[in-house]
């Protein structure tokens, strides 16, 4: 017997407090990030400032590295692959990137012992997390926020037929810092980043050029007769109380000076002034201009079951088509929370993170896993949300011409794997399996391609324009004849896989090329192409790049009728390896397509196939994307119930599955907030997917959705458009487009949909 749960869409629940960071509940306004774990007798808010990262800028950039890029290449001409990797592993990279830091913790703690029916609850619509509980007659409520308005976090806390019992506020960092107290109720905290961290320990420098990032933060209770000492506050016996805390830091930008730091009472200051409910008010409206943007509705209504038990029941084949939506909408909330204009890129774990060196040093990954943050802003309606990653995309455009003239003898710009906050495009230690990969600045030229062509602005264009006629410039210079008239970026590594060397068996990441490598730059000269014709440019840069498009090497088919991941049909080592890198072309790369190439839509089918089904959190959300693409709506439905599959998880296990955590987070695992906007981008995918000429309605359907509506999706063109269906058809839509340039294709009759 089938049990069908109809729960809510737009609320995470608990009634018991988060033992660990993956139960906490996620608050942020961008730059300050809160993880509330939701406790009676004492209340933790983890704290995290997205401009903390240990480290100083440095120049990484070993001068004429080009000579052993040369000689790799020499190397692999000559069928020389292992030699070139080792040369390459040995003489070719640089520094490891700095960790992304957390910022603190406060204790808020009471003495309210053994209280009784804790509920807990994060409010996507409303971005606020609140606690209930009562003890002896008395109902204590909380309430917590990140305020975007007035840029501090706000935590307020009521007792009704009572009052709140003596509360101690303290503070505490595994950061370098020291406390004073401004006045009765204000604490000051002047901190300090470290240098560096080793083995898992925070190093501090005294010489000025090495010094961490500084950094004050304050706090305070708007309680009379509340007293500082050192970094707590003590609150007297009261009816309610509302702390605020604030921080801000030095850090001015990878090629700026620092900013001069002062007491960071503005904003605390500011909004002491103010109202709790006025503060809340704000808060809430400035949430709901993005939050309501788009409605996805499942044909589900509300209840009040708590999260991880419809995780677990989900997983046992209970029907709960709100835990649908619920990812769908968590995955916005993230967005919103996570990333504002002004603020920091998002790195693997957004803006949340308790480790001094966390996994994979919370860094950005950029060979997938930073762009995967910033797939579903566009589609859902929130390209303000992107400004950071352009940001972020606009000074490696800077740093990274360096890096392409020292180590690649081109002109333009690159970047490798990894970079940090200060912005390093060189490669990172290690297997060249990570470090050779010098393709991110071509994904990243991409990308800022597709917000230009979304918003439509000239002035978009043109910063697109420059940033991929300096990508151009370095693909020019690095292709070379691979001996059959065609042009290759060679030596070339697929992202973190390997194949069995054919006479030693050795695993070798190195090939001549790879499909990821001439796909990235295929797309790049199309977006170049595109957007000089666009804006009526016909220079000598259009034309070299418009003459030298059709001589770069295409996909090519293995035996199997696969997409080749290699230069070669090599005997792989990991057959379902988590990385999706040979189709990158069907998504994100927009290359190939069902209708318009369809021969290429199937060999990306059958790899997609043979990869199988299970992958980490990040790559179920790939597959997601990828199988939309391809309109199976079902198998998107299958990797999406992967995905919500309950995870504890907190160990490295990256070669397994992924699975979403209590608080709804991504499980890598551990956890990484990629998977959450991959499976967010996905599933926007499966109702409304776009092309140059068309709109394509619901075109990966599952079954199981046969009901529903949505608004508010956008297309490429940033045309928002609202769908209902039923019994899996099409039942109304509007396109909210005045020039009416697209053609409107109603995908539920197609044969591959599922429906």
């Known amino acids: ?100 830091l957390p910022l603190g913790t406060l204790y808020i703690e009471t003495d309210v012992k053994r209280a009784s029916g804790l509920e807990r609850i994060l409010s996507l619509s409303d971005a606020v997390s609140s606690v209930t509980y009562e003890k002896g007659g008395v109902k204590y409520k909380t309430e917590c926020f990140v305020s975007a308005p007035s840029n501090c976090v706000v935590y307020r806390m009521t007792a009704e037929n009572g009052t709140i019992p003596p509360v101690r506020i303290r503070f505490e960092s595994p950061l370098r810092f020291s406390a004073e107290t401004v006045k009765d109720g204000y604490v000051k905290i002047s901190g300090e980043c470290p240098g560096d961290v080793i083995d898992d320990e925070p190093v501090y420098f005294e010489e000025s050029d090495k010094r961490g990032i500084a950094f004050v933060a304050t706090f305070a209770c708007d309680v009379p007769g509340a007293v500082c000492d050192g970094a707590s506050i003590s609150v007297p016996a009261c009816e309610e109380f509302t702390l605020l805390f604030g921080a801000v830091s030095d850090f001015g930008g990878w090629d700026s000076p620092r900013r001069t730091l002062t007491e960071d009472n503005d904003a605390v200051k500011l909004a002491l002034s103010k109202s709790y409910d006025v503060l809340l008010d704000e808060h809430v409206k400035d949430h709901r201009q993005y939050y309501d943007r788009v409605k996805l509705d499942l044909d589900t209504s509300d209840g009040g079951l708590d999260t991880q038990t419809r995780l677990e029941k989900h997983a046992e084949g209970a029907e709960d088509p709100a835990l649908y939506e619920l990812l769908f909408n968590f995955g916005r909330y993230l967005m919103i929370s996570g990333s504002r204009p002004g603020s920091q890129c998002m790195n693997l774990q957004g803006i949340w993170n308790e480790k001094v060196m966390p996994p994979w040093r919370s860094d950005y990954t950029v060979n997938i896993n930073t762009e995967m943050n910033y797939w579903p802003a566009l589609s859902v309606g929130l390209p303000e949300m992107y400004e950071p990653y352009l940001s972020l995309i606009e000074d490696i455009s800077q740093s990274g011409k360096a890096v392409a003239r020292e180590y690649y003898g081109a002109r333009g710009y690159c970047c490798h794997h990894n970079t940090d906050i200060f912005r390093t495009a060189t490669p990172v230690q290690g297997s060249a399996v990570w470090s050779f990969w010098p393709m991110a600045g071509g994904w990243f030229a991409d990308d800022h391609y597709k917000y230009s062509r979304y918003t439509g602005k000239r002035e978009d264009k043109i910063k697109s324009l420059d940033i991929l006629r300096s990508c151009c410039e370095f693909y020019l210079d690095v292709l070379e004849d691979d001996g059959t008239g065609e042009l ?169 599955k992924g699975g979403t955590y209590s608080n709804m987070f991504d499980a890598h695992p551990p956890f990484q907030i990629d998977g959450n906007f991959g499976s967010c981008a996905g599933i926007a995918s499966m109702f409304l997917q776009s092309d140059r000429d068309n709109i394509y309605l619901l075109p990966a359907l599952p079954k199981a959705w046969s009901n529903g509506s949505v608004s508010g999706l956008c297309t490429i063109y940033g045309v928002r458009v609202d769908i209902k269906w039923m019994d899996g058809k099409v039942t109304d839509y509007t396109v909210y487009d005045d020039e009416k340039k697209y053609n409107v294709i109603d995908c539920t009759s197609l044969s591959n949909n599922g429906v």
């Not at 869409?9 to 993880?35: C, M, Q, W």
């Not at 007798?41 to 070993?62: F, H, I, Q, T």
Request: negative net charge.
């Open 1 to 100: 017997m089938v049990i069908i749960l109809s729960f809510d869409s737009e609320n995470l629940i608990s009634h018991v407090p988060a033992k660990e960071f993956t139960d906490a509940y996620a608050l942020g306004n961008g730059r300050l990030g809160v993880l509330d774990y939701g406790g009676a007798e004492c209340r933790r808010l983890s704290l995290n400032l997205d401009e903390l990262w240990a480290g100083y800028p440095r120049d990484s950039v070993v001068r004429d590295s080009v000579v052993y890029y040369r000689e790799a290449r020499r190397l692999s001409r000559e069928g020389k692959l292992a030699e070139a990797q080792k040369l390459l592993e040995k003489n070719f990279q640089s520094f490891d990137v700095f960790p992304y």
């Open 488 to 656: 290759i970026f060679e030596p070339s590594t697929s992202p973190e896989n390997d194949y069995s060397e054919r006479s030693s068996h050795d695993d070798l990441a190195v090939s001549r090329t790879t499909a990821m490598t001439q796909d990235i730059i295929r797309a790049v000269f199309f977006d170049y192409i595109s957007l000089c014709e666009d804006l009526g440019i016909d220079d000598i840069h259009y034309k070299e790049v418009r003459s030298t498009l059709n001589c770069i090497r295409k996909y090519k088919v293995d035996s199997q009728g696969r997409i080749i991941e290699w230069y070669e049909e090599e005997i792989e080592s990991e057959p379902h390896h988590r990385h999706m890198s040979p189709v990158w072309g069907l998504y994100p790369g927009e290359l190939y397509s069902l209708d318009g190439t369809p021969a290429a839509a199937e060999a990306c089918r059958k790899l997609i196939e043979s990869r199988g089904d299970a992958g980490t959190g990040w790559s179920l959300g790939w597959k997601i994307c990828l199988r939309a693409k391809l309109r199976e709506g079902d198998k998107c439905l299958k990797l999406i119930d992967m995905q919500l599959s309950p995870s504890s998880s907190k160990s490295i296990m990256y070669r397994s």
